[in-house]
Each structure stands twice: as C-alpha cells, then as structure tokens.
C-alpha cells in the first residue's frame, strides 16, 4: 500500500485546512486509514482514523482537538481527508496518513505499531 498525503500549508490561527491522503494497493475488509501528526521535538500522536468499510471513525481523546477535526473518506476515490478547522499554534506539526490491513479497535487504534504503510506527511504550520 502507498500513501500520498498533501494539503498541508501555513495559515492563521482560527483557519482550516483539508489534508487529503490518496491510497494505492490492496485494501481488505477490516483495513483503515489514520491521521498522525509530529510536532519538533515531540513523539507522533494519533489523530484520527477511518475505516474503509462501514466508515467507523476514532478520534484522538484530545480537549485540544475534539470538535475541530474531522476524518471522512471517498471510497471511489481511494481518499482519505482531515478537515481540520478553527486551527490553533499547536496544531504546527507534520501530519502523516498511514494504513492498516487491520485497523484495530479500541486504544489500539491509536498506536503507531498498527499501521504497517505511511506516507510521506505535509506540513501544517499555524501562526498566531
């Protein structure tokens, strides 16, 4: 599976952007997609996740991200997006899309060790 993630850019705070995530490969039944990002010098964090069938959706457990950010997918397409709304300086990160033969549920979906595909990741950059 390959994965190109684009979408990233600079805007202000209180701005939005929509990261997209194009797949490639063999997908399967249980298979997902999720949203990670990398802030300098902190550890990769989950965002958010999607699953291809059914469309089940995982969300960080984050006060600082719950209701601003929003995971869909086109099936057709083979996308996958991150509306991200009302952004804020902390949400300055690289964000990175990766892939899961099968997509966990529970906490588990969280961990990086679930996803066996990433992609390259873009930049979001928020000023204040």
């Known amino acids: 599976v390959q994965l190109q993630a684009s979408g990233g850019g600079s805007v202000q705070a209180g701005g939005s952007l929509r990261l997209s995530c194009a797949v490639s490969?063999?997908?399967?039944?249980?298979?997902?997609v999720g949203w990670f990002r990398q802030a300098p010098g902190k550890e990769r964090e989950f965002v958010a996740a999607?699953?291809?069938?059914?469309?089940?959706?995982?969300?960080a457990d984050s006060d600082s991200m719950k209701g601003r950010f929003t995971i869909s997918r086109d099936n057709a397409e083979r996308t996958v997006f991150l509306q991200m709304n009302n952004l804020k300086p902390e949400d300055t990160a690289v964000y990175y899309c990766?892939?899961?033969?099968?997509?966990?549920?529970?906490?588990?979906?969280?961990?990086?060790?679930?996803?066996?595909?990433w992609g390259q990741g873009t930049q979001v950059t928020v000023s204040s």
């Open positions: 990766a892939a899961a033969r099968s997509l966990p549920i529970g906490v588990a979906v969280r961990l990086r060790r679930q996803y066996e595909s």
């Open positions: 999607i699953r291809w069938t059914g469309g089940a959706l995982y969300y």
């Open positions: 490969g063999r997908t399967f039944s249980n298979s997902g």
